[in-house]
């Protein structure tokens, strides 16, 4: 048997005979809201929250800071150690702050990040540049307080950014050697209306969010889901699990960190019985939270051992 790794390399180290197989039948781990490490705490709440919420955070914000920063944390390795570890897919919520007379973008979770969106996406490149048979999918989304001006500023600087690392959308199902071939590396996908004016966006990756607190309740979304059937190219099956702020308020001295890890166990038994592939049942991109402590991206990988298994009795 030929052990799949989740070295920085892992992609191309995977057996030839996956070379062929659409990424979109791969088994690949991806990061929950990755860029959540650096949040900003001192940061103003994003423009979606409600007023109420606004309202509590202005007199009382020396107790619901640390609330919303324990809550609002879904990884803690940056993103080039995620990259390192393995993960290839990245949910990346950008917002423009109010009021900023600046044309810098942030990521979000309810408050922004630290660390520019620009300055991220350089260290991806880079990192790129030194694995050049590695993939990445970047999925960017929410896009808050983002004018159509600062919409084009940003797709350029994606573009001059990434330049002919960028896979078309016309390529519909991209497989390793085809991307390796053209020298191409990143899957930039964008949940707007633009990528019908720019080609080498990809529209928005459907991403199955459970929105639960439980391992059980998640997996029993998830296999609904799966009932239904895949989507057609990429998808998100989200192991992620969400706290509503009634569960919060019940449970001060719990974190996203501790009921993640709590419930750890039976994400994985559920996550070492899925199949990547075609069919109709079969799962893709598998994302979830603090992939740096738990081992997700090993056994995300592994499960592409599948896909040999099935090409050996064809």
């Known amino acids: 048997m030929i052990k799949m790794s989740c070295s920085p390399d892992w992609m191309s180290s995977l057996p030839e005979e996956l070379w062929d197989t659409p990424l979109t039948e791969l088994a690949i ?16 709440l994003v423009p979606s929250e409600s007023d109420c919420f606004r309202i509590l955070d202005g007199l009382f914000y020396c107790f619901t800071r640390p609330t919303i920063f324990k809550w609002a944390t879904t990884q803690d390795k940056s993103i080039e150690e995620q990259l390192s570890m393995g993960i290839r897919y990245f949910d990346l919520r950008v917002a ?13 979770h309810i408050i922004y990040t630290h660390l ?18 590695e993939v990445v999918i970047l999925a960017c989304s929410h896009f808050e307080g983002i004018s159509d001006e600062l919409h084009q500023s940003f797709i350029f600087s994606l573009k001059k950014m990434f330049g002919s690392k960028l896979c078309p959308h016309k390529v519909s199902a991209p497989t390793l050697r085809s991307l390796w071939a053209a020298g191409q590396q990143v899957i930039l996908s964008y949940d707007s209306q633009h990528p019908l004016r720019h080609p080498e966006l990809w529209p928005d990756i459907p991403y199955w ?69 075609s069919g109709p049942q079969s799962l893709n991109i598998i994302a979830g939270d603090f992939v740096g402590p738990l081992p997700l991206c090993s056994l995300i990988i592994a499960l592409n051992q599948k896909l040999l298994r099935k090409k050996s009795t064809r």
Request: aromatic letters at 10%; a negative charge.
């Open 116 to 133: 520019t969106v620009l300055e991220t996406l350089s260290s991806v490149a880079l990192w790129l540049n030194s694995h050049p048979k």
């Open 96 to 108: 423009h702050k109010l009021k900023d007379p600046s044309s810098d973008l942030y990521f979000t």
């Open 209 to 277: 969010w459970a929105n639960q607190c439980t391992a059980k309740e998640v997996i029993s979304y998830l296999d609904s889901n799966k009932e239904q059937g895949r989507p057609e190219g990429f998808f998100v099956c989200g192991l992620n699990l969400t706290a509503d702020r009634c569960f919060i308020t019940e449970n001060l001295r719990q974190s996203l960190r501790t009921i993640t890890f709590s419930n750890w166990e039976c994400l994985r038994g559920w996550v070492e019985k899925q199949t990547p592939g």
């Open 29 to 44: 781990p991806g990061s929950h809201d990755a860029m959540s490490y650096c949040l900003d705490i001192n940061s103003p």
